[in-house]
Structures are given as structure tokens and as C-alpha cells.
């Protein structure tokens, strides 16, 4: 079962910076593409980035290009997720899963419907 798991998330004021990590046990997440999703209170869950397997190609939601930026560190089996510049509107619960791939590089749709504890994120002064 790929069940990742999330950490690092916290209390930020607007404009700070904030890792989160996903690590697994069982199984490489090197052999996966994996993303980043998010689910705001009342909101349904969003995709957030993704990271491709083989090439590291990353597509980002309209909402975080510039600001939030992913990548793999393949000797700890870890995928992070940088977030700076952060707004209010980040908050959220953010969960890591492995995603669905077309041509070879990720999309913003999860392999499966398990889902982790997530990490909360809020954004607030």
C-alpha cells in the first residue's frame, strides 16, 4: 500500500517560508511520480504540484507557479515541498501521493483514493 507520510507542516505569518517533507517506508517513492495536494476547510481537495519519476519535470497549480517549488532527495526517499511567499489562502491540510502520469510526466490526479493524515499549513498573523 503506498501510503506516504507527511510532516513539517505549521503556523506561518503571510509572506514566510515553510518545508514540507513526505517520506515513506516500504517502498521507494523514486519509483513514483508524487504530489502535493491540499484541502482548505470547507473546499474540496486540490492539487497543489507534482513531480515526474523519470525526468523531474514538475507541473504547478495556476495558484502556487512561482511561489512553491518540489523536489526529490532520492538517499533519504523524501520528496519536499517549498512554499514561500505564503498567503492566508494556503492554508490547508497538505497530503503527499503518488500521481497518475501522461507521456511521462506527471498530473495533478492521485494514483488512488488512500490518503494520509496530511500536515496542516495555516497562514496567519
Known amino acids: 500500500q503506498l501510503q506516504p507520510v507527511e510532516s513539517g507542516g505549521g503556523l506561518v505569518q503571510p509572506g514566510g517560508s515553510l518545508r514540507l517533507s513526505c517520506t515513506a517506508s516500504?517502498?521507494?517513492?523514486?519509483?513514483?511520480?508524487i504530489g502535493w495536494f491540499r484541502q482548505a476547510p470547507g473546499k474540496e481537495r486540490e492539487g497543489v504540484l507534482c513531480i515526474s519519476r523519470e525526468n523531474g519535470f514538475a507541473n504547478y497549480a495556476d495558484s502556487v507557479k512561482g511561489r512553491f517549488t518540489v523536489t526529490r532527495d532520492r538517499a533519504k526517499n523524501a520528496v519536499y515541498l517549498q512554499m514561500n511567499n505564503l498567503k492566508p489562502e494556503d492554508t490547508a491540510v497538505y497530503y503527499c501521493?503518488?500521481?497518475?502520469?501522461?507521456?511521462?510526466?506527471?498530473?495533478?490526479?492521485?494514483?488512488?483514493?488512500?490518503w494520509g493524515q496530511g500536515t496542516q499549513v495555516t497562514g496567519s498573523s
Open positions: 516500504g517502498f521507494t517513492l523514486d519509483d513514483y511520480a
Open positions: 501521493v503518488a500521481t497518475r502520469i501522461a507521456f511521462g510526466v506527471c498530473v495533478l490526479r492521485p494514483l488512488s483514493d488512500i
